[in-house]
Structures are given as C-alpha cells and as structure tokens.
C-alpha cells in the first residue's frame, strides 16, 4: 500500500512537471510575425540586370510602402533592361520548453507577402520582376509578377516554404523582391520607363511542434496532476499517520 501510495503521488508530481513543460511553450511561441532586416539585395541574387534599389527597402520592410522609380534607359541593369531590387534577412527565436530544451521539431513554415503595382507609363515587357525567398543561402521558392504587367496592373505576391527552424533563428532566411522599371532588348524599346510601388509586407513564421514538451499533455494537466498530487500525498500522510497511531 505504501508503495502504490508513493507511487501515484511521485506519478502525479511529474506530471505537474511535465505538463508544466509542456504550456511554457505556448502557441505564441511557435507563430508569428519575424523581424525583418534590410540587407543588400546583391547578397541573395547578384546579377548586372538585377542592381540594388538605391536607399534599399528598410520602408517596406518597415511597414510603409516602397517606390521604384521608372528609368529613362537601362544604364542602372546591363544597359538594355533593369530591375532593381531589395533585401531582407528574416529572423525569429525558436520556441523553448522549460528545461531550456527546443519545442520546435527542427522546421519552420515561412509565408512572405507583399503588394506590387505598375503605376507606368509604360506596361511591362515579358517577365517583369517577383518575388523570391532563400534559405541558408538557397533560392527556395519564388513568384514572379504577372508577364507583361499593363499600367495600373496590381497585385500581391506570396511565397511560402518549410525551412530548416535554425535558419530562421539565425537570420539566414532571405527575401529578394525586383521590378522591372526599364526593358529595351536588341534596340527595340518594349518598355521606356516603367514605375513601381510596393506595400503591405508581410513576413510571418509557424514553427513545427516537437514531440517533447507539447502533444502529449492536455492543457489541464497541470491543474489536474496537482489536484492528484495532493490527494495522493495527503492519502500518503494519513496512512503514515494511521501506522503511526497503531504502533503506538
């Protein structure tokens, strides 16, 4: 009896510690929005068509919107098209349990938006920009704007990818956003000059939950093992006490 006793009350103690464990890693650790951190777009795609935005895009990064302004030639990109573009370094703590140990299992969903428009004169030739996001270095995954974009032309690109968690922590998820503001292939000009407006950035994250410290506990398990703690401690001591009184 003793043993059972002790048992049930050291079963229901670690319970209280597990489930404990469990809810320190609460769902606002696994989501939500990552920092966002201008770089040099050249560091993620360095291309002579592809030349850094001058000013880079810390605005659209920062929640504000973006301009592009349209070209009179293409001397900023390889003298015939241009597209300039931006950067950012995505980055975003990884979720702990309470042990110090990490509640994630080891990858993180990472979903890039942002709004673009052609605010002209001139439509766009061909493929015209987009979207990309990197991993570690690695072009994961990329939307481009729609072909031929005409004036007026609006649209929000998304991207989305599983990457490795620690890329994230670390600050090596990249995003790379171009626009084509100039477009003249072999002499012939498709497009004299085109401006673009970017906006409403978004960068969001949802890490992938472990096995270790959240799936197995309900949420009311602590309550509910510190409930059972108790009685089966307080059982213990009455039959301590029982024992006791009968030797007596």
């Known amino acids: ?11 229901a ?20 929005s990552a920092t966002a951190t201008d770089t040099n777009s050249s560091n993620l795609y360095e291309h002579v068509t592809h030349p850094p935005l001058p000013g880079g895009g810390g605005a659209l990064w920062g929640g504000g919107s973006l301009i592009f302004p ?3 030639d293409g001397s900023s990109g390889d003298g015939n098209q241009a597209y300039p573009s931006v950067g950012a370094m995505l980055e975003a703590p990884r979720p702990l349990c309470a042990d110090g140990s990490l509640a994630d299992d080891g990858t993180v969903t990472v979903t890039v938006s942002v709004q673009v428009r052609n605010d002209g004169p001139s439509q766009g030739r061909a493929y015209v920009g987009g979207l990309r996001l990197y991993a570690n270095g690695d072009d994961v995954v990329n939307q481009d704007i729609t072909f031929s974009a005409p004036v007026g032309h609006q649209e929000t690109l998304t ?3 599983q990457v490795p ?4 922590e670390s600050g090596d998820i990249g995003v790379h956003l171009s626009t084509e503001t100039y477009h003249q292939p ?16 978004s960068a969001t994250y949802e890490y992938g939950v472990g096995e270790d410290c959240a799936d197995d506990i309900p949420a009311v398990a602590p309550a509910v093992a510190l409930g059972a703690g ?4 307080g059982g213990y001591g009455l039959f301590r006490r029982r024992q006791e009184s009968q030797t007596a």
């Open 1 to 11: 009896m003793r043993l059972a006793t002790r048992a049930a009350a050291a079963a």
């Open 13 to 32: 103690v670690s319970a209280v510690l597990v489930g404990m464990s469990a809810l320190t890693a609460s769902a606002a650790d696994f989501a939500g």
């Open 70 to 72: 349209a070209e009179q």
């Open 159 to 161: 991207v989305s990818a």
């Open 165 to 168: 968690a620690e890329a994230l």
């Open 186 to 201: 072999s002499g012939t000009t498709y497009n004299s000059g085109t401006q673009w407006t970017a906006d409403q950035f």
């Open 230 to 233: 108790v009685l089966a401690l």
